[in-house]
């Protein structure tokens, strides 16, 4: 093999490396139904016995109808994922409902594992997705209409009407695409992130920082 074909074939390698880390990987079989009380798991949930497999497993009824909004940002995310349909496991897709109050928020957050579609059900909302040259890219979307939020970037959607609620369903290229809630990531974490770090990154000083987390803090029962 010559230095030309070489370079094709690592290039040609390398292209098929990218393609392959941009979604979960492919299944090998048919069905893999996710055994959720197995403890190992091997970049996903072990595959049930197929003789277990039963036609519930590929159900879920969670998303039908409005979630209960109790949140302090005013929104409520009902995943319907490969944790709540077991049957997702390896086929790489899931959804989720987002329902929002009046003014309700879906905080800035990323999805580390996926892309996300979102098709509008009721309601108008703001969103938004920043890049990594921090450009926001921000539109008005209204029943019936769909926006993506390409994978890993900051996002979010607001319920624009102070009156009337609102919801979405998001579609995602994997079974559990992760979430990571900005504000929520930093202020409380555990261990937490020492706040000399996030004084410096914030520019603020640490009564701030701390006022921040006593926000973020679980409530009192």
């Known amino acids: 093999m010559n230095s030309r074909c070489y370079s094709f074939f690592f290039a040609l390698l390398s292209s098929l490396t ?23 798991k091997v970049n996903g949930f072990t595959c049930k016995p197929e003789s277990n497999i039963t036609a519930s497993d ?24 490969v944790e709540k349909i077991a049957g997702l496991n390896t086929l790489g ?3 989720a409902r987002i329902d929002y109050a009046p003014g309700g928020l879906n905080p800035p957050h990323t999805h580390p594992r996926a892309t996300e579609v979102i098709f509008v059900l009721e309601g108008e909302l703001d ?18 209409e769909v926006f993506v939020f390409p994978r890993g970037l900051i996002h979010y959607q607001k319920n624009n009407d102070k009156a009337k609620p ?7 290229n994997s079974q559990l695409p992760g979430t990571q809630s900005i504000a929520a990531t930093l ?3 555990t261990p937490t992130i020492p ?27």
């Open 93 to 95: 897709v899931s959804l």
């Open 58 to 81: 590929f159900f879920f009824a969670g998303i039908g109808k409005p979630a209960v909004v109790n949140s302090t940002a005013w929104s409520a995310v009902t995943g319907a994922n």
């Open 18 to 40: 990218v393609i392959a880390l941009a979604y979960d990987p492919d299944t090998l079989q048919d069905l893999c139904v996710a055994d959720h009380t197995s403890g190992i």
């Open 127 to 144: 969103v938004g997705f920043v890049t990594t040259a921090n450009k926001l890219f921000a539109k008005t979307v209204k029943k019936g």
């Open 166 to 172: 609102a919801s979405v369903i998001s579609a995602f």
């Open 187 to 189: 202020f409380t974490a």
């Open 195 to 221: 706040d000399h770090v996030l004084t410096t990154a914030f520019q603020i000083g640490t009564k701030e920082i701390e006022k921040i987390k006593t926000k973020f803090a679980p409530k009192k029962v």
